[in-house]
């Protein structure tokens, strides 16, 4: 079935040390979006992709960056993970509609 | 003041009752709205979408929408245990992609 694959379902990491979070699409779709959610919070967006064409939220912090070398997949790179990183991150992409298609998330600890 | 603001909860009903979630919003030009459902540690899902003013029905579920008041509901008939979830609202603004959303609501369905 076509969908929104994230890899891995949990990751463990160190304080400060980088980490790279994936999501691939076999929707097609042109836009991909990653959102942060906290415990009991709404989700977060921090930057969407429409094709190539990056945006990032002003309040997103610099310690957040984002690739996407073609249509099916995205990376969230963490390059200093703090301890309040520690949250879900979720990609989802969107097509001609104004549905999103979420992944099953990446839940990120940091210890 | 929150650009979606819903009541944290918990909610609690009895399987069978009607269960009500609230949701407003900030801004006047939003076009689109969501209802999501999210169990806890997994990813949302889509459950109503509405565009337009007055009610719009699927299944059990009733979504209403008043731009005047700036305010979307959700109505869950017939309530049953596996609705125990957290609910979303999210809102498109005019001119954005990406989806905002509130910080849910949390359904316990009471067998």
């Known amino acids: 079935d076509a969908m929104v694959i994230q890899n891995p379902r949990y990751q463990v990491t160190q304080f400060g040390k980088p980490v790279t979070l994936s999501c691939s699409q076999t929707l097609n779709h042109n836009v991909m979006y990653w959102y942060q959610q906290k415990s009991s919070q709404a989700p977060k967006l921090l930057f969407h992709y429409y094709d190539k064409d990056f945006n990032n939220e002003a309040d997103t912090p610099d310690n957040f960056q984002s690739r996407r070398p073609n249509t099916s997949f995205c990376f969230l790179d963490i390059r200093s993970p703090g301890l309040g990183d520690a949250a879900m991150y979720l990609c989802?992409?969107?097509?001609?509609?104004?549905?999103?298609?979420f992944g099953s998330g990446t839940q990120l600890s940091v210890l | 003041q929150k650009e979606v603001e819903q009541n944290s909860g918990p909610l609690s009903v009895p399987e069978g009752a009607i269960a009500s979630l609230n949701c407003t919003y900030s801004d006047r030009g939003s076009q689109s709205f969501f209802w999501y459902r999210q169990y806890s540690g997994k990813s949302p899902e889509l459950i109503m979408s509405i565009y337009s003013n007055g009610d719009k029905e699927d299944g059990r579920f009733t979504a209403q929408l008043n731009k005047a008041s700036q305010y979307v509901s959700l109505l869950i008939r017939d309530s049953q245990p596996s609705d125990s979830a957290t609910y979303l609202c999210a809102v498109r603004n005019k001119g954005r992609r990406a989806l905002t959303f509130g910080s849910g609501t949390r359904l316990q369905v009471q067998p």
């Open positions: 989802a992409t969107s097509g001609t509609g104004e549905k999103l298609f």
